[in-house]
C-alpha cells in the first residue's frame, strides 16, 4: 500500500518586490512533513527574501503559501508564528545588551504556558550545552558559533513546528559549523520540518533530503540533495562549486 507524505508547507506562484524592483518571481517549492529542505543559490538571487516572505516579514504581490493545508499568504507574521512556523534569520538579530537567558525567553513571547515554556529552556539548553554556562552572559559579548547557537535555541523556545534558517554558518568558525549542522538534524528528528538556506552548499546539501536552486528570483533547478551534490554539471552551472 502506497503512503502519501503531507506537505507542510507548499508555496505556489510566489512574487515579492521591493520598491517596483522585483526580487522574487514566481517561485514554488514545498516541504513535506519531517523533511530538510536546502534553498540555494548566489548571493542577491532571493534566497533570504523568499524565506521572510513565508514568515510574514515581506509582503507578497501574488502567490499563495499554504501552511499545514491552510492558506497563511494574508495572516499576520506574529499568528503564524502561532500556527507553528518560526524563522531563525540571517545574522541572527539577538537582543545584545540582554542575557542569554533572556533572548531565549523572549523567543517565547507568544506563549502563556510557563511550565511548557521551562521544558522548552531545557530543551534548547540541551540542544547547545555551551548556553547553559552562558545563561548569564549578555548575548553580544558572546563569540559568533555562540550566539548562532543561541538564535537557533531561541527559535525553538516557539514550539515550532516549521523552522527557517538563514545562513546559520554565516560568521561562524569552521569548527563550530559542524555542531550547528548536527544540531539542525537534532531538530529535524525532534520532528520539525525545516527549510534550510546555507551558503555552505556542501554541508546543506549532506544534511537535506530534496534541495532547490534559485537564480534572480526563480527557481531554476530542483532533486534530490544527494543528486545535486554528485551532479558535477550542476554544481558548476547553477552552485559555483
Avoid at 90 to 112: C, H, I, K, S, W
Avoid at 143 to 162: D, T, V, W
Wanted: hydrophobic share 45%; net charge positive; aromatic share 4%.
Amino acid at each position: 500500500m502506497m503512503t502519501t507524505t503531507r506537505a507542510m508547507l507548499a508555496v505556489k506562484d510566489l512574487r515579492v518586490s521591493y520598491s517596483g524592483v522585483l526580487a522574487v518571481s514566481k517561485v514554488d517549492l514545498h516541504v513535506d512533513d519531517g523533511e530538510i529542505v536546502a534553498l540555494v543559490g548566489g548571493n542577491g538571487m532571493g534566497k533570504s527574501t523568499t524565506l521572510r516572505a513565508i514568515a510574514g516579514l515581506n509582503g507578497c504581490d501574488e502567490g499563495s503559501i499554504h501552511f499545514d493545508g491552510a492558506a497563511v499568504h494574508d495572516v499576520p507574521a506574529h499568528r503564524r508564528v502561532l500556527l507553528g512556523l518560526s524563522l531563525v534569520p540571517e545574522g541572527r538579530r539577538l537582543f545584545p545588551r540582554l542575557t542569554v537567558q533572556r533572548n531565549l525567553e523572549l523567543g517565547a513571547y507568544t506563549r502563556r504556558d510557563r511550565k511548557e515554556v521551562a521544558e522548552s529552556l531545557n530543551r534548547a539548553l540541551n540542544l547547545f550545552p555551551v548556553l547553559k554556562d552562558r545563561r548569564a552572559q549578555l548575548a553580544g559579548t558572546m563569540s559568533g558559533g555562540e550566539q548562532q547557537m543561541l538564535a537557533i535555541a531561541r527559535g525553538m523556545m516557539a514550539r515550532p513546528r516549521f523552522l527557517m534558517l538563514d545562513e546559520p554558518s554565516w560568521g561562524v568558525a569552521p569548527k563550530l559549523v559542524t555542531r550547528i549542522l548536527d544540531a539542525i538534524q537534532e531538530v529535524n528528528a525532534q520532528g520539525v520540518s525545516i527549510l534550510l538556506v546555507e551558503q555552505n552548499v556542501n554541508k546543506a546539501l549532506s544534511i537535506a533530503n530534496r534541495a532547490y536552486v534559485i537564480q534572480t528570483g526563480r527557481i531554476v533547478l530542483e532533486g534530490q540533495a544527494s543528486d545535486l551534490l554528485g551532479d558535477e554539471n550542476v554544481k558548476k552551472a547553477y552552485l559555483g562549486l
